[in-house]
């Protein structure tokens, strides 16, 4: 094939950076381009941000595409978002107590600024212009919630380390209206002589349970949160723990053969 004879016209400038080459051996031609910066005289250049034009008009070229100016730096703006989780009177002596455990996540893993406010009873929560993470304000704030609700500090990690867990609360007037001695005795049907029945629940169904009274809360991933929960409904309706415990034996071993 022989080489073009006739090139397009261009520039002197744009003309000066063409170098054709061409080789002994071989018909064609390579052409190399030394200044790829260089724009040919028909297409407009692009204004800078500090030109006369704004940075909103748009430049067509030859082919009918648009080109744009480029995109600003805006990483030095930071939007400041702030959560307050307030903490309930009978959980602020363990606050205190685990107070060491639970700033080091937030400030170190989550990069947020945090403080309790003992006056308020609440726990704030602060982003900065050190948060990479956008999702790291609701993390915080459920991580503190948790502890708030009842659950260690060491169940509540887990919300910062994984994105599949929930919290799920219910109560017993919920699934039936029961008060009293009744309302009692559910409770106990629940926690079982010294708490082997919810601690068998929690080991069957992978999860964490909070008994606060007549409320129910429960930490875990959406599958064993609705196991969790249909062992704790039949108890307070009334079915005996023995049966119970054999259902959750036999999911449990389902589970584990999906696994």
Known sequence: MPAPTALRKQPEEFAATINVLLPSNNDEAEFLLDAPNALPS??????PSGGSEQDTDMHIDEEGRPRFAPAK???????VETRKVPIPPHRMTPLKASWPKIYPPLVEHLQLQVRMNVKNRAVELRTSKHTTDTGALQKGEDFVKAFSLGFDVDDAIALLRLDDLYIETFEIKDVKTLQGEHLGRAIGRIAGKDGKTKFAIENASRTRVVLA???????????????????IVSL???????KVYGNLRIVASRMKERF
């Not at 730096?73 to 939007?79: A, P």
């Not at 009274?213 to 062992?231: P, Q, V, Y």
């Not at 307070?236 to 023995?242: C, D, E, H, R």
Request: glycine letters at 10%; proline letters at 8%; charged letters at 25%.
């Open 42 to 47: 028909d297409v407009d250049p692009i204004i």
């Open 73 to 79: 730096n805006n990483d030095n703006i930071t939007r």
């Open 213 to 231: 009274d007549s409320k129910i809360h429960i930490l875990g991933g959406f599958k064993n949160i609705h196991l969790a929960r249909e062992a």
């Open 236 to 242: 307070i309706l009334g079915s005996p723990p023995g």
